[in-house]
């Protein structure tokens, strides 16, 4: 507090993206993820940073025998060599873990995903069960960037899907199912919309 005005602590923004072999944690497994830092806001602004300069993105090996045969086609992933050559579900939220902090440099790391509910539950769950210090973002530093849209442009979160953005909104990179590919699109997307000032 400064002057009687409570001043916000400085957050940095971490894209966040996963592909996963089922629809839940702990019966299916995590795939890969990946993570770019894409801004920064104290309170007054946003700024922007190249979300491919700082990235993560680490393949794991499956927890467990099953899989939805669908949900692993969309990743593209082969479950035989993830088991063979993948990382230690351990050793990969150790060093994403590690990653995030360093890459907050003392501010507050907050995990941005498009939806959210889908890669946080992943992600915390993970981080919860086989990290060291457990989740970097704690347990509720997350931003939904679909809500986002739906606040800004004033419609109802049914109709906050990339069809029915403005194109300047939206990422010109492909969407490819690779996480980080995708952690960096989706990065994109949350920046035009941090700036974006016009409803709909």
Same mark, same amino acid.
């Given at each position: ?7 916000? !602590?400085?957050? @940095?923004? /971490? ?15 995590? +795939? ?21 300069? $700082? ?5 794991? $090996? ?11 086609? @969309?990743?593209?992933?082969? %479950? ?17 873990? &590690? ?10 790391? @907050? #995990? @941005?995903?498009? =939806? ?6 992943w ?17 509720? %530093? ?7 849209? &739906?606040? !800004?442009?004033? /419609? =109802?979160? &049914?109709?906050?899907?990339? $069809?029915?953005?403005? =194109?300047? +909104?939206?990422s $010109?990179? =492909? ?6 590919d ?6 994109? #997307? ?11």
């Amino acid at each position: 507090m400064i002057g009687g005005t409570l001043v916000a !602590k400085r957050e @940095v923004y /971490v894209s966040v993206d996963v592909e996963a072999d089922g629809p839940i944690p702990g019966p299916y497994s995590m +795939l890969s993820f990946g993570m770019a830092a894409c801004g920064a806001f104290d309170g007054a602004g946003f700024t922007a940073s190249d979300p491919a300069e $700082r990235t993560f993105y680490a393949e794991l $090996r499956p927890i467990s025998d099953g899989f939805d045969p669908e949900a692993l086609a @969309v990743s593209g992933l082969d %479950r035989d060599r993830l088991a063979r050559d993948g990382l230690d579900p351990a050793e990969a939220m150790n060093a994403a873990s &590690a990653w995030v902090t360093e890459t907050a440099a003392g501010a507050t790391p @907050v #995990l @941005v995903a498009y =939806p959210l509910a889908y890669d946080w539950m992943w992600l915390y769950w993970y981080f919860v069960r086989f990290a060291r210090s457990g989740s970097p973002f704690g347990h509720s %530093r997350h931003l939904d960037v679909k809500t986002l849209y &739906a606040v !800004k442009a004033g /419609v =109802p979160v &049914a109709r906050a899907t990339k $069809r029915q953005m403005p =194109p300047e +909104l939206l990422s $010109r990179r =492909p969407h490819t199912h690779n996480a980080l590919d995708d952690a960096i699109e989706q990065a994109e #997307l949350f920046q035009n919309l941090m700036t974006w000032r016009e409803r709909l």
